[in-house]
């Protein structure tokens, strides 16, 4: 198949649009919703958050130089961007005629993974729960490059060297066909992966709803328990309270820093840095001050594979999204080492080192997905406003 410039233009006008809408004070005036501005895609695994499983779709895809292709369960990540499928799956190899003039990876720092590959241009198509006259689920077609995986391989050496010899690989594999992974987060892109931004993200650049072309859409999305929502309208919005979101340094404008944030352990002096409420890992990872991570208890994990060092029973985790002084939301945890499938605890805040002088995102903390027992989430991707909805 090929993709038209039409088909890019209907996902490009849009943002174009609600650009000149946007403001740094207050939100936008959203839609009101239509049939082809807005829909509801379900999680094909509920419950969400669950302590053992990531969230996940049932997702097709398709690129000029491979057939159609449906994926039963491909997990859903908002602490990755892109779209990631074994290249194997897709019909590809090293005798396969595709485009391969933008290499890429994507590294997933919580387990060492790498995966390297070739951005190329497809549509993937999400479904909703709906169905036609003819019992087919209505679909949600985005455009978008994904990462067609060439290599997969586990290296943790990435994450220090922004590269890897063959030496430092293990677990390699070629033209993988276990691969299928949909990353949707903001503020991802680093040194390490500069391709990393917007136009990477499914739910953020929808084409099509129900067959015909988006109409009067406000790119973004909402995270629940029950899914995700495309398309920002004025009902679906109302009752989130929002925070603006910076732009990445040297970035496009709609290429959103993650969110604001203020954190203290024990009645510690707060740290101000960013947050990541990420789908992909139960556990928590923190980054404080030095000052502070001097001061807090810590013991080997029971719970996270190779045993981290984790806060102790007792330790008290404050979060305020965006500071103490004016927070659109906060919680507490108090840490007792026994998380549970309905609680915000997760199975361990797994303390890394402070963060250095060249720290693009200071202290830190990666809440991991049981903080969504608490909250749904809200990203505004053409004017950059994140939301919390508490349950």
Same mark, same amino acid.
């Given at each position: 198949?090929?993709?038209?410039?039409?088909?890019?233009?209907?996902?490009?006008?849009?943002?174009?649009?609600?650009?000149?809408?946007?403001?740094?004070?207050?939100?936008?005036?959203?839609?009101?919703?239509?049939?082809?501005?807005? &829909? =509801?895609?379900?999680?094909?695994?509920?419950?969400?958050? *669950?302590? #053992? +499983?990531?969230?996940?779709?049932?997702?097709?895809?398709?690129?000029?130089?491979?057939?159609?292709?449906?994926?039963?369960?491909?997990?859903?990540?908002?602490?990755?961007?892109?779209?990631?499928?074994?290249?194997?799956?897709?019909?590809?190899?090293?005798?396969?005629?595709?485009?391969?003039?933008?290499?890429?990876?994507?590294?997933?720092?919580?387990?060492?993974?790498?995966?390297?590959?070739?951005?190329?241009?497809?549509?993937?198509?999400?479904?909703?729960?709906?169905?036609?006259?003819?019992?087919?689920?209505?679909?949600?077609?985005?455009?978008?490059?994904?990462?067609?995986?060439?290599?997969?391989?586990?290296?943790? &050496? =990435?994450?220090?060297?922004?590269?890897?010899?063959?030496? *430092?690989? #293990? +677990?390699?594999?070629?033209?993988?066909?276990?691969?299928?992974?949909?990353?949707?987060?903001?503020?991802?892109?680093?040194?390490?992966?500069?391709?990393?931004?917007?136009?990477?993200?499914?739910?953020?650049?929808?084409?099509?709803?129900?067959?015909?072309?988006?109409?009067?859409?406000?790119q973004g999305y909402i995270l629940s328990q029950a899914g995700i929502r495309v398309?920002?309208?004025?009902?679906?919005?109302?009752?989130?309270?929002?925070?603006?979101?910076?732009?990445?340094?040297?970035?496009?404008?709609?290429?959103?820093?993650?969110?604001?944030?203020?954190?203290?352990?024990?009645?510690?002096?707060?740290?101000?840095?960013? &947050?990541?409420?990420?789908?992909?890992?139960?556990?928590?990872?923190?980054?404080?001050?030095?000052?502070?991570?001097?001061?807090?208890?810590?013991?080997?994990?029971?719970?996270?594979?190779?045993?981290?060092?984790?806060?102790?029973?007792?330790?008290?985790?404050?979060?305020?999204?965006?500071?103490?002084?004016?927070?659109?939301?906060?919680?507490?945890?108090?840490?007792?080492?026994?998380?549970?499938?309905?609680?915000?605890?997760?199975?361990?805040?797994?303390?890394?080192?402070?963060?250095?002088?060249?720290?693009?995102?200071?202290?830190?903390?990666?809440t991991g997905r049981m903080v969504y027992n608490g909250w749904d989430a809200m990203?505004?991707?053409?004017?950059?406003?994140?939301?919390?909805?508490?349950?």
């Open positions: 198949m090929r993709f038209s410039s039409l088909a890019a233009a209907s996902a490009i006008l849009p943002l174009a649009l609600a650009q000149e809408q946007c403001s740094s004070v207050e939100p936008p005036t959203y839609p009101e919703a239509n049939p082809y501005n807005t &829909a =509801f895609l379900p999680f094909v695994n509920p419950p969400f958050p *669950d302590l #053992t +499983s990531t969230p996940s779709f049932g997702i097709s895809v398709k690129t000029e130089w491979s057939k159609n292709k449906y994926i039963r369960r491909a997990g859903m990540d908002t602490g990755s961007t892109g779209v990631v499928i074994g290249g194997g799956l897709l019909g590809l190899s090293d005798s396969t005629q595709f485009d391969r003039s933008t290499p890429g990876n994507e590294y997933l720092s919580s387990s060492g993974r790498l995966w390297t590959g070739y951005w190329i241009q497809a549509d993937v198509t999400f479904y909703t729960a709906e169905r036609d006259e003819k019992g087919r689920r209505k679909q949600v077609v985005t455009h978008v490059p994904i990462l067609a995986v060439n290599e997969s391989s586990i290296c943790f &050496a =990435f994450a220090k060297q922004g590269y890897c010899s063959d030496s *430092d690989k #293990t +677990s390699v594999s070629e033209w993988p066909t276990d691969i299928h992974y949909i990353g949707v987060g903001f503020g991802r892109g680093s040194v390490q992966q500069p391709q990393a931004l917007p136009d990477k993200v499914p739910f953020v650049n929808v084409g099509k709803i129900s067959g015909e072309d988006v109409e009067d859409i406000h398309g920002l309208t004025s009902d679906e919005v109302a009752p989130f309270h929002k925070t603006k979101l910076d732009v990445r340094p040297d970035s496009k404008s709609n290429d959103w820093q993650m969110v604001n944030m203020a954190i203290r352990i024990d009645d510690s002096p707060f740290n101000y840095g960013k &947050a990541l409420l990420d789908t992909g890992i139960n556990q928590s990872y923190v980054a404080v001050n030095q000052d502070i991570q001097s001061e807090v208890k810590t013991e080997a994990s029971r719970l996270i594979k190779n045993s981290p060092r984790v806060l102790a029973p007792g330790s008290v985790v404050e979060v305020f999204i965006p500071d103490e002084k004016n927070p659109i939301a906060n919680y507490t945890v108090t840490v007792t080492g026994n998380p549970t499938a309905a609680g915000i605890e997760p199975p361990g805040f797994v303390m890394e080192a402070p963060p250095s002088p060249s720290s693009t995102t200071g202290p830190f903390i990666n990203l505004d991707s053409d004017c950059g406003w994140f939301g919390l909805k508490k349950h």
